[in-house]
């Protein structure tokens, strides 16, 4: 069994940012459901702040399925954006943390050929002590 312990260093999105690129773990923040939150007439009280961590990447230049043109922002699976926390978004990210490693390897992407190579190593490698 491989060991699957790792350590998450968060950095505060207001203070750095990730190389473009880059697949990160997100911390966003916002309120659910978003639509109400900007209508003058809704009842604020039915909306509820979220704080929850996502896969994306980030890209210090991006171009959403709209054409519209995104500067140093975070991506989702989705296409979804989310800005840096201050920056204005319904929903922005406080901070972000590399992703780990893939288990039993140093890198974080296997692709063609060598995945199933690299899953078997990863199940048959001895546990670290």
């Known amino acids: 069994m491989t060991n699957l ?11 750095r940012l990730p190389r473009s690129g880059t697949p990160v773990a997100a911390a966003i923040t916002g309120r659910y459901p978003a639509d ?3 209508e003058p ?9 979220f704080w929850l961590v996502r896969p994306m990447v980030f890209m210090t230049l991006h171009w959403s399925e709209d054409r519209a043109e995104h500067r140093d922002c975070f991506v989702d699976s989705d296409g979804v954006v989310r800005l840096p926390y201050g920056l ?22 296997v692709l063609g050929e060598g995945v199933q190579s690299a899953l ?9 002590p």
């Open 88 to 109: 204005t978004s319904e929903e922005t990210v406080t901070h972000w943390a590399e992703l780990p490693t893939l288990p039993g390897g140093m890198t974080h992407l």
């Open 5 to 15: 312990n790792t350590v998450v260093m968060w950095v505060d999105a207001r203070e």
């Open 36 to 38: 109400s939150a900007t």
């Open 120 to 128: 078997r190593n990863a199940w048959d490698a001895p546990p670290l």
């Open 41 to 49: 007439e809704a009842d604020t009280a039915l909306c509820e702040e």
